[in-house]
């Protein structure tokens, strides 16, 4: 089930900035720790708000699996919102308005937001290395983004040879605006693997995109699933150097607002993207290299910050597993989430997997 943890000092200091802005400003929500659960992301305010407060936040985590086998949703992830196994993340009303809109394929034409979601670049939330971000909630490590993108990550790529990326998805049914679950692997996180795949393939990096279902039909114990998955992988294509599992996020307020995290790149509405660097904070994880995909995390989110400033949110750089402990180059990332559409997190995936060339191109 969702592990809610918060930063307890900064409560009242948020609260009394948020009261000496909204004298200025007029009336401002002001979301007490009850009242609000950010998934894997900074407390999020109004622009110019976040930066006042910068880490007065209340977060959400994603536990590493879930021991029990119910058939039934945990709703567990980083990526899944608090809410019920029959419930789409938004409201009925504004589901019914959803199923109205209309998404481009091609430059973004202005959308009508359904009722309860609010739309915002989710940025500038922890530590800051010239462009790069990274929120850091791990209790005995710091961050140095200069020094880490200093070193060599565990990856070397060969090129027109065998699998070096692995792309699978633990939740691989989740979706997008108007079917947040779904098996149709055209209209979930699939298809935003089947775009970072293209761009790879496209460069001469060879990659294998799993899609086994990990989370259906029974969501709980989807990570041990998955591990399955890239071991079987990492054994039949041992030249697999980088690993990365693909979510959809879910943002939002226990009043039903819903969060929209996007960008405009290019003049064309994409979902924002968070990578999620997993860390053995206290040595208890068995998670010996997870130094490893940190220095690959900071030069992917580098990459996209130098090619598309604000598609990337905050590193995330926390004290998780995710199964990252597998390999020396395994990540896990998030697109959008359930109130994004499908368009803009496919967008995102052709961006992000630029971006990964970019980078992998230096690895090789």
């Not at 009850?34 to 880490?55: L, N, R």
């Not at 039934?72 to 308005?97: K, L, N």
């Not at 939740?171 to 209209?187: N, P, W």
Request: net charge negative; proline share 4%; glycine share 8%.
């Amino acid at each position: 089930m969702k592990n809610w943890t918060q930063k307890g000092l900064g409560i009242c200091s948020a609260a009394l900035m948020v009261a000496a802005i909204a004298s200025v400003l007029g009336r401002l929500p002001v979301l007490q720790a009850k009242d609000a659960a950010f998934a894997a992301a900074g407390f999020i305010m109004p622009a110019g708000v976040t930066d006042a407060m910068k880490e007065d936040y209340l977060e959400e985590d994603e536990e590493d699996n879930a021991s029990s086998d119910s058939g039934q949703p945990d709703m567990s992830g980083a990526d899944s919102a608090p809410v019920s196994s029959q419930s789409t993340g938004v409201s009925s009303q504004a589901s019914s308005q959803a199923a109205s809109g209309t998404v481009s394929s091609g430059p973004s034409s202005p959308v009508s937001l359904p009722a309860g979601v609010k739309e915002m670049s989710i940025a500038n939330t922890g530590s800051q290395y010239n462009n790069i971000w990274v929120k850091n909630t791990n209790k005995n490590h710091t961050v140095d983004v200069a020094a880490e993108l200093q070193k060599q990550p565990a990856v070397k790529i060969v090129k027109n040879s065998t699998p070096q990326v692995l792309i699978y998805h633990t939740h691989t049914t989740e979706a997008f605006l108007g079917d947040t679950r779904s098996q149709d692997k055209s209209r979930s996180v699939v298809a935003v693997g089947d775009q970072i795949a293209a761009q790879l393939k496209a460069a001469g990096i060879n990659v294998v995109h799993d899609t086994t279902l990990h989370d259906y039909p029974s969501y709980n114990g989807s990570y041990d699933r998955s591990k399955v998955t890239m071991q079987n992988n990492l054994k039949k294509y041992p030249g697999i150097q980088v690993t990365l599992d693909i979510h959809r996020d879910a943002m939002g307020t226990s009043d039903g607002t819903r969060i929209k995290p996007t960008a405009t790149i290019n003049g064309r509405k994409a979902a924002q993207v968070m990578i999620i660097s997993g860390c053995d904070d206290d040595g208890t994880l068995g998670f010996p290299n997870w130094e490893y995909n940190f220095r690959l995390a900071a030069r992917l989110q580098k990459s996209m910050a130098d090619l598309y400033p604000g598609l990337a949110r905050p590193l995330n750089f926390c004290a998780r597993k995710y199964n990252e402990n597998l390999t020396k180059g395994s990540l896990l990332v998030e697109f959008g989430t359930e109130v994004n559409t499908l368009d803009e997190a496919v967008y995102s995936g052709e961006l992000f997997g630029k971006a990964l060339v970019k980078v992998l191109n230096g690895l090789s």
